[in-house]
């Protein structure tokens, strides 16, 4: 994955906005960290990813799954940029998502297709593309 396509999957969930984070380049969601894109090793820190889930992602993928001493007492895995493809990220990144949504809002979103796409417009895009119509 390039940086501009790490860029493109992070900024494609709603709610999100390129700011900084402890004087770092990051994305945020709800106005709570994200994601960033760590220059020091080219790697996406990615959050809610439970120690024990980390743990089984570094041993079973080092090259793509590590963690440094910082990240190492945080519910966090890092991945790095060239070896993670853009719809594992997506689904990796979507834990966070969810975590910084308020639950209200959550409440009105349908997260098993696209994230932050309103139930609503999923099922009008889907009889968009069969050619149904909506009646009610």
């Given at each position: 994955?390039?940086?501009?396509?790490?860029h493109?999957v992070?900024?494609?969930?709603?709610?999100?906005?390129?700011?900084?984070?402890y004087?770092h380049?990051?994305?945020?969601?709800?106005?709570?960290?994200?994601t960033?894109?760590?220059?020091?090793?080219?790697?996406?820190?990615?959050?809610?990813?439970?120690?024990?889930?980390?743990?089984?992602?570094i041993?079973?993928?080092?090259?793509?799954?590590?963690?440094?001493?910082?990240?190492?007492?945080?519910?966090?895995?890092?991945a790095?940029?060239?070896?993670?493809?853009?719809?594992?990220?997506?689904?990796?990144?979507?834990?966070?998502?969810?975590h910084?949504?308020?639950?209200?809002?959550?409440?009105?979103?349908?997260?098993?297709?696209?994230?932050?796409?309103?139930?609503a417009?999923q099922?009008?895009?889907?009889?968009?593309?069969?050619?149904?119509?909506?009646?009610?």
């Amino acid at each position: 994955m390039t940086p501009k396509q790490f860029h493109a999957v992070a900024g494609a969930f709603p709610h999100t906005e390129y700011a900084t984070s402890y004087g770092h380049p990051a994305w945020k969601a709800f106005g709570k960290f994200f994601t960033r894109l760590r220059t020091e090793d080219d790697s996406v820190v990615i959050g809610q990813i439970s120690f024990e889930e980390c743990e089984h992602l570094i041993a079973a993928d080092p090259e793509t799954f590590h963690y440094t001493d910082h990240y190492r007492n945080y519910p966090m895995v890092l991945a790095r940029l060239s070896r993670i493809k853009p719809a594992e990220l997506k689904l990796m990144l979507e834990k966070q998502w969810c975590h910084n949504a308020p639950k209200k809002w959550l409440k009105a979103w349908d997260l098993s297709g696209d994230v932050g796409q309103p139930e609503a417009s999923q099922q009008t895009a889907k009889k968009k593309k069969t050619g149904t119509k909506e009646t009610r």
